[in-house]
C-alpha cells in the first residue's frame, strides 16, 4: 500500500519558519518528482512548489518564491519545504505529492500519490 506522509506543520508566528517534511511508504520518493500544494479554507488548492527527481530543478508559485525552499534527500526518501518568512497569508493544509510527469507549471493533474496534509497556521 502506498502511502505519503507529511509532517512539520504547526504554528508559527509572522516572519518565522517551519520546515515540512514528506516521506512515503511502498514507493520510493527517489523514483519520483515531488510537490507541495496547499490549499486555505474557501480557496483553491495551489502549487507551490516542486522539485525534480533528479534534484537539480525547481519550481516556485510567485507568492513564495525568495521565501521557500524546495530540497530532497534521496538517502533518507524524504523532501523538504523549508518555510521563512511566513505570512498569515501562508495559512493552509499542505500536501505532498509524487508524480512522473514534469512540467513547468505545478499542476495537481500531474501528480498521482497524495499524502494526507499537514496544517500550518500563521499568527499575525
Known amino acids: 500500500q502506498v502511502q505519503v506522509v507529511e509532517s512539520g506543520g504547526g504554528l508559527a508566528q509572522a516572519g518565522g519558519s517551519l520546515r515540512l517534511s514528506c516521506t512515503s511508504s511502498?514507493?520510493?520518493?527517489?523514483?519520483?518528482?515531488v510537490a507541495w500544494f496547499r490549499q486555505a479554507p474557501g480557496k483553491e488548492r495551489e502549487g507551490v512548489s516542486q522539485?525534480?527527481?533528479?534534484?537539480?530543478?525547481?519550481s516556485y508559485a510567485d507568492s513564495v518564491k525568495g521565501r521557500f525552499v524546495i530540497s530532497r534527500d534521496n538517502d533518507k526518501n524524504t523532501v523538504y519545504l523549508q518555510m521563512n518568512s511566513l505570512e498569515p497569508e501562508d495559512t493552509a493544509m499542505y500536501y505532498c505529492?509524487?508524480?512522473?510527469?514534469?512540467?513547468?507549471?505545478?499542476?495537481?493533474?500531474?501528480?498521482?500519490?497524495w499524502g494526507q496534509g499537514t496544517q500550518v497556521t500563521v499568527s499575525a
Open positions: 505529492a509524487a508524480g512522473a510527469a514534469w512540467l513547468l507549471l505545478i499542476r495537481a493533474s500531474d501528480y498521482k500519490y
Open positions: 511502498g514507493l520510493s520518493l527517489n523514483n519520483y518528482h
Open positions: 522539485i525534480h527527481r533528479y534534484g537539480e530543478t525547481t
